[in-house]
């Protein structure tokens, strides 16, 4: 993997790292004399196990399990690491104030949950599952949350890869500038969706999904670019290879599409 400080001008095509597989090649290079073998020594949240969408972790280390589904419906759980103690919060219903149909999930400081439900709407939840804030966003696909209350949203980017929200919807600005990969407006937007991951120190990565050289920017909390990674690997080079061959076969064809989208954060 390549490690090197962002240059102000980027044009490079865009892709997606996996941030887990920086831990699990830690893992394996603990030794080179034995193998290691990765399991799972324990099965929690039973009740959780139709449609699981995502989880993160909130205040206290209680971990936020998001459920995606129509029958049974969507469902937000709050669990400790033990799953000892296993409640769900919230269920879906059809009115906009329900959980309807939901894309992806944050956690603040106060453990509310920040839900990027598929109506469109930002939706922010107390821990006893009542609705404290709701508002648009434009095509939103991903959430993340800074230690001071504000909200970010990424989707099909234009003006910026992620827009910023106070707690009630108030647009605060944009960080990140889209990377220039097609001349069509709206197949260039949808290459540069990505995913938000946001650290205890609230260093804010995006994380591209379906641009063809795989890639993950580092922003400050203030929004200015600190890192860009590129991952190399065999694997990773075939998956490009095929993933360019794609996207120039549909390009002549006229089909929207052909981007990587192998990995999710």
Same mark, same amino acid.
């Given at each position: 993997m390549?490690h090197q ?11 997606i790292?996996?941030?887990a ?11 080179t ?7 799972a020594?324990?099965?929690?949240l039973?009740?959780?196990?139709h449609g699981t969408?995502?989880i993160?972790?909130g205040p206290g280390?209680k971990l ?10 969507s469902s ?7 799953g000892?103690?296993?409640r769900?919060?919230l ?9 309807r149909? #939901?894309?992806?999930? +944050? @956690?603040?400081?106060? %453990?509310?949950?920040?839900?990027? &439900?598929? /109506?469109?709407?930002?939706?922010? $939840?107390s821990?006893d ?7 648009p ?5 991903s959430v ?6 504000r909200?970010?949203?990424g989707?099909?980017p ?7 929200f106070?707690?009630?919807g ?8 889209p990377?220039?990969v097609d001349?069509? #407006?709206?197949?260039? +937007? @949808?290459l540069?969706a %990505?995913s938000i991951?946001v650290? &205890?120190? /609230?260093?804010?990565?995006?994380v $591209? ?14 929004g200015?670019?600190a890192?860009e990674?590129?991952?190399e ?6 998956t490009?290879?095929a993933a360019k061959?794609?996207?120039?076969a549909?390009k002549e064809?006229?089909?929207?599409g052909g981007?990587v989208?192998r990995?999710?954060?």
């Amino acid at each position: 993997m390549k490690h090197q400080i962002a240059r102000p001008d980027l044009r490079a095509p865009c892709g997606i790292i996996c941030l887990a597989c920086i831990l699990l090649l830690s893992v394996l290079s603990v030794t080179t004399d034995a193998q290691v073998e990765l399991r799972a020594d324990k099965q929690i949240l039973f009740e959780a196990t139709h449609g699981t969408q995502t989880i993160k972790r909130g205040p206290g280390n209680k971990l936020y399990v998001l459920t995606r589904s129509v029958k049974p419906p969507s469902s937000l759980w709050i669990s400790d690491y033990s799953g000892s103690s296993v409640r769900m919060i919230l269920s879906g219903g059809s009115d906009p104030t329900d959980l309807r149909f #939901p894309k992806d999930l +944050a @956690v603040d400081r106060d %453990g509310n949950a920040i839900v990027v &439900d598929a /109506d469109g709407l930002i939706k922010t $939840f107390s821990l006893d599952g009542k609705l404290l804030s709701s508002f648009p966003s434009d095509r939103p696909e991903s959430v993340g949350v800074l230690s001071d209350g504000r909200i970010l949203v990424g989707g099909l980017p234009k003006d910026g890869l992620i827009s910023v929200f106070d707690h009630q919807g108030k647009v605060l600005g944009h960080i990140g500038e889209p990377a220039r990969v097609d001349d069509a #407006p709206t197949l260039n +937007a @949808v290459l540069n969706a %990505g995913s938000i991951v946001v650290d &205890d120190d /609230d260093n804010i990565y995006y994380v $591209f999904r379906f641009l063809l050289t795989p890639t993950v920017r580092k922003y400050t909390r203030e929004g200015k670019l600190a890192a860009e990674w590129h991952p190399e690997s065999a694997s990773l080079d075939q998956t490009t290879a095929a993933a360019k061959k794609t996207y120039e076969a549909n390009k002549e064809k006229g089909v929207l599409g052909g981007g990587v989208d192998r990995w999710s954060v």
